[in-house]
């Protein structure tokens, strides 16, 4: 589905490709990613980081190894589709650029 606009004098192209959202604007090459509305654990990013299916022997066998890494955290700067590994340094000097995953155990006692 696509959807052009103006606002303020810009020319807006706005794309919906399956769950996420593309704003093109056509007075340069930028776009925004808007990330679909499912929530991303800490444990499915793990697991997408390592390129394995999401399921309970993969997290048991691969959380360990990041949390091993006292370091580093994972994290992703603007598709949660995207984990990344940073140091907690940077992550906590940068909290507009990096974005933390919720843990499962965080969105259970929501």
Do not use: W
């Not at 606002?7 to 340069?28: E, Q």
């Not at 589709?81 to 843990?103: G, N």
């Amino acid at each position: 589905m696509s959807i052009s606009m103006s606002i303020s004098g810009f020319r807006i192209h706005l794309h919906v490709h399956f769950f996420s959202v593309f704003i093109f604007s056509t007075a340069g090459s930028r776009y925004l990613f808007l990330p679909n509305m499912i929530t991303i654990t800490r444990e499915q990013a793990i697991c997408m980081l390592y390129c394995v299916a999401f399921n309970d022997e993969n997290v048991k066998k691969f959380v360990p190894t990041i949390d091993a890494l006292k370091s580093l955290e994972v994290c992703y700067k603007e598709d949660p589709m995207e984990p990344m590994l940073i140091s907690f340094k940077s992550l906590e000097a940068h909290t507009v650029k990096y974005c933390r995953y919720p843990t499962t155990q965080s969105l259970e006692e929501k």
